[in-house]
């Protein structure tokens, strides 16, 4: 049987706690990677998962993120992250949220929740009764905090487009073809930022009638999601679940620009390495996708409103450019200047 230690991606993670509460139906994971910028922050994750074991693995990949994403966004929180394992056709229960936010109480502040993949800002008030350890809960139109889905597509969307400008020259997105591997609230987001600009788009999602609807209102194009990775196309920009940059995807891979909201998106270090190799401007994922957890934080922080939110976001494609210049002049993956810069912020460069 695997230890926690021997998890490839276990690094040196500060805690990582597991929870059950049978009554309520509860299976969680939370896990802290650093609270060395402050109490560490990041989202909870509702899916099902065939293997247990890979429940854990996304608890860390996903906490070490969120070191990383908080520390390049210049924000003082650690990175922590979150899993529910839910059972298939078993809904979220009263009882199940109330239990989740006993367990990140029971933390005593040092993880902060909000909503990912399978929850909402209506989750986040039921786990509100339970610990305020809790952010992305709703609020006012003009005031930081609520869904973040939104902000995480803003930053997105402004982050493709500095892609753009650097790896293709254009000063705007019209014209240029972008294929979206998932169009959820993140990536529909996304996808209705860039069809504003005049953008040509090609959807793809495994909910095809989430797909086809958003392709009919924006008059995009549809792939099949097992096909989007191969589209020829000028950006790729996956949205929806990690790990789909492997060897064998990157050799599918037919555009110049990779710019998504997707967690984690690079399997293996290796795989940064293999996208530089093919001349494949590459957008850290850690970078680019950070709006929604400036959002979050704020609220959490309560250092800012939603104009105060936008124009931190505003400063991502600096960032970017910042790690695409260094990368181009090391001649580095940009996910290893990303990584070295992240990882001197959190004290372990």
Not at 144 to 170: F, Q
Not at 218 to 230: E, H, K, P
Not at 311 to 322: C, S, T, V
């Amino acid at each position: 049987m695997i230890s926690l230690w021997d998890y490839p991606d276990f690094d040196a993670h500060e805690s990582v706690s597991f929870f059950r509460d049978e009554a309520a139906g509860l299976t969680a994971i939370i896990a802290v990677h650093s609270t060395h910028l402050g109490p560490a922050a990041g989202g909870t994750r509702l899916w099902h998962y065939a293997d247990k074991g890979d429940a854990v693995t996304d608890a860390l990949r996903l906490s070490r993120g969120m070191s990383f994403k908080n520390a390049m966004a210049g924000l003082p929180l650690g990175g922590g992250k979150s899993v529910i394992l839910a059972d298939p056709g078993v809904d979220k229960t009263p009882a199940l949220l109330a239990a989740f936010g006993r367990a990140v109480d029971s933390l005593g502040g040092r993880y902060i929740t909000a909503e990912d993949v399978g929850m909402t800002d209506q989750d986040m008030l039921a786990i509100r009764q339970e610990t305020r350890h809790v952010s992305g809960l709703p609020v006012g139109e003009a005031a930081a905090g609520g869904n973040p889905g939104p902000l995480t597509a803003l930053g997105v969307y402004l982050g493709i487009k500095e892609a753009i400008a650097r790896a293709l020259g254009k000063s705007s997105a019209a014209g240029v073809h972008v294929a979206i591997q998932g169009v959820g609230s993140v990536g529909g987001g996304v996808a209705r930022l860039l069809a504003a600009d005049g953008a040509r788009l090609t959807l793809a999602d495994v909910d095809q009638a989430r797909a086809g609807a958003l392709a009919r209102e924006l008059g995009a194009d549809l792939a099949a999601a097992d096909d989007i990775l191969g589209i020829e196309a000028d950006v790729l920009s996956p949205c929806a679940l990690g790990a789909i940059l492997d060897e064998a995807g990157i050799d599918r891979l037919q555009v110049p620009i990779v710019a998504g909201a997707a967690n984690n998106q690079l399997k293996t270090p290796a795989d940064g390495d293999r996208l530089t190799a093919r001349g494949i401007l590459y957008a850290p994922d850690y970078v680019i996708n950070a709006g929604g957890i400036i959002n979050v934080a704020l609220e959490y922080l309560g250092q800012g409103d939603r104009a105060e939110v936008e124009a931190r976001i505003a400063q991502i494609p600096e960032r970017l450019e910042a790690i695409w210049a260094e990368a181009s002049q090391t001649r580095e993956a940009a996910s290893a200047v990303a990584d070295r810069m992240a990882m001197r912020l959190i004290g372990r460069g």
